[in-house]
């Protein structure tokens, strides 16, 4: 789109003051000559850009040039306020975010803008880390369309217990993002309760209202469920950790962490990490992936789930009839 792309120019060149052709070309992805048909556009709608010639010569814009700060639309107030380039994405609002950042970076003193463009440089936000893009269940579209709609939801949802899951209808409170994880706020027969989204295998939206609470503080309901599952039984676990790999141990737990867990040093190569878990069983899978670099201390029927699931996975491997690899 020409337009979005003229506002992207002015944006540069206020963040980087002054720009060469070959250089808005490579950030914009289009040729030279686009660019320099888009700073005669530019010229005659007002816009007071020019050329400097020479080694270090480029475009640029008279200094103290401050364009009007447009308004900003609904879905772009929307993806600045709900927080951030990566829940924004999440939510099919990355496009609304990119031009809500122009608009606001545009009504910046210059000086201002620079340090903002510098700091746009230098800091990125991937919410796909290392393992590539970013898991957004299927059904987190139409789950937002709904709580943004405050309209009832019909959702065939698969829990981990059966007694939990099956299909009903509920009221749609509120979307939180919980580490990498979605999970909806919402109350079935008046009780509010949480879902996670990727476990939500279908979902229709009702034409009813959503029976909101007067007064309703969907943080606040959130926080009172987590208090909830964090007082449930638990189990207390000891690992002796390499020191280099705690950080990737912790992550890899998360899903299976009460709280906060504690680290302290063993010695110069080996750390201990001290947490709260749901349930062991689901401890014994994430550890063995870590081979030698984690040992299980306590408690004493982790050790012996360990030993029985590997010697469990050694004889099946053993006894597969597989041929060994030439």
Not at 164 to 170: D, K, L, P
């Amino acid at each position: 789109m020409r337009a979005d792309r003229l506002l992207s120019i002015v944006d540069l060149l206020r963040r980087h003051v002054r720009l060469s052709a070959a250089d808005l070309a490579a950030r914009l992805e289009v040729t030279s000559r686009t660019i320099q048909r888009d700073i005669d556009a530019l010229s005659l709608m007002g816009v007071p850009v020019y050329a400097e010639r020479g080694r270090e010569g480029g475009y640029a814009l008279l200094p103290g040039y401050r364009p009007d700060s447009a308004d900003l639309t609904v879905d772009e107030s929307k993806a600045l306020l709900i927080g951030g380039a990566g829940v924004a994405d999440a939510l099919g609002l990355n496009q609304a975010f990119s031009r809500a950042v122009r608009s606001m970076a545009s009504g910046l003193p210059e000086d201002h803008a620079q340090q903002v463009g510098r700091l746009l440089d230098r800091v990125i936000v991937d919410p796909g880390g290392w393992g590539g893009t970013a898991h957004n269940p299927d059904a987190l579209a139409p789950v937002f369309e709904a709580v943004q709609r405050d309209c009832r939801a019909r959702i065939l949802y698969e829990a981990l217990s059966s007694d939990n899951g099956g299909r009903r209808t509920v009221d749609p409170w509120g979307l939180v993002l919980a580490g990498s994880t979605w999970y909806l706020v919402a109350a079935h027969r008046g009780k509010p309760h949480t879902y996670r989204i990727s476990r939500i295998t279908d979902i229709r939206l009702l034409d009813e209202p959503t029976r909101r609470p007067e007064r309703l503080d969907v943080r606040q309901v959130w926080r009172g469920i987590r208090a909830g599952w964090n007082a449930r039984d638990s189990v207390l676990i000891r690992l002796r950790t390499r020191r280099d790999r705690v950080d990737l141990a912790l992550r890899s737990l998360q899903i299976t962490l009460l709280g906060e867990p504690a680290v302290s040093e063993l010695d110069e190569e080996w750390s201990l990490i001290e947490a709260r878990v749901h349930a062991l069983r689901g401890v014994v899978g994430v550890l063995l992936g870590f081979g030698n670099w984690v040992q299980a201390l306590d408690p004493p029927e982790l050790r012996a789930m360990m030993a029985d699931t590997a010697a469990e996975a050694l004889a099946q491997y053993r006894e597969s009839g597989w041929p060994a690899s030439s």
